[in-house]
């Protein structure tokens, strides 16, 4: 997906990113890939809930602000791209959501990048689940909460979307131009990504 990210965007390097989602989970590089792997550090502010000030000592130039990305503190198209990735599905309602994307959309001068698990996947990838998760969403989270999965039980913590939700969720909050694509894993579409564009940048494509 970081990949994808450099690809779709055509980001540059005097190009600024507010990355919304950063977490303080230090387990692997992947944790926070954008910071991690993005070569021009200075360009990028880390936003999110958690304490994950250390990104700062750890990318020298890269920097830190604890926020809620459904209210940023920031001014309209303060950086060239937003990026946000599996973070959608954790702020609940299909409210917060589209508030997570508005926000984004208004920060942003050139575009959104945003990746979320895709529903239709046989696997559930927070509880590890085959299947289960095609169930309407009461009746997964009943399973779930019989298997010991308390905290994934909650909307607040996770609200799967599909193909339809995402994209229906960018046109209600005002995202412009959004199109749904998709990564693959084992011929399935294991992840969405939401791109979309203010400037003629990006490729154009489908609206999924």
Same mark, same amino acid.
């Given at each position: 997906?970081?990949?994808?990210?450099?690809?779709?965007?055509?980001?540059?390097?005097?190009?600024?990113i507010i990355d919304v989602g950063a977490t303080d989970d230090?387990?692997?590089?992947?944790?926070?890939?954008?910071?991690?792997?993005?070569?021009?550090?200075?360009?990028?502010?880390a936003v999110g809930t958690d304490d994950a000030s250390f990104l700062e000592n750890t990318y020298p130039g890269l920097k830190f602000r604890r926020s809620d990305g459904r209210a940023l503190p920031f001014p309209d198209r303060s950086f060239d791209f937003a990026h946000s990735s599996a973070v959608i599905e954790h702020v609940g309602s299909r409210t917060n959501q589209c508030a997570l994307l508005a926000e984004l959309w208004r920060? #942003? *001068?050139k575009g959104i990048f945003v990746t979320t698990p895709n529903r239709w996947f046989p696997i559930e990838f927070h509880s590890v689940m085959p299947l289960l998760h095609w169930l309407p969403p009461p009746a997964f989270r009943a399973i779930l909460r019989v298997l010991g999965h308390d905290k994934l039980?909650?909307?607040?913590?996770?609200?799967?979307? #599909? *193909?339809?939700?995402?994209?229906a969720a960018a046109r209600a909050a005002g995202v412009s131009g959004a199109r749904v694509e998709g990564v693959s894993l084992g011929g399935w579409t294991s992840n969405?990504?939401?791109i979309a564009h203010r400037e003629p940048l990006w490729p154009q494509g489908g609206t999924a």
């Open positions: 997906m970081f990949q994808r990210f450099l690809a779709e965007s055509g980001v540059t390097t005097t190009d600024t230090r387990t692997y590089d992947h944790s926070n890939y954008l910071e991690a792997w993005y070569p021009y550090k200075q360009q990028i502010t920060v #942003s *001068r039980t909650e909307e607040a913590h996770l609200n799967l979307l #599909s *193909r339809h939700d995402l994209l969405l990504l939401l």
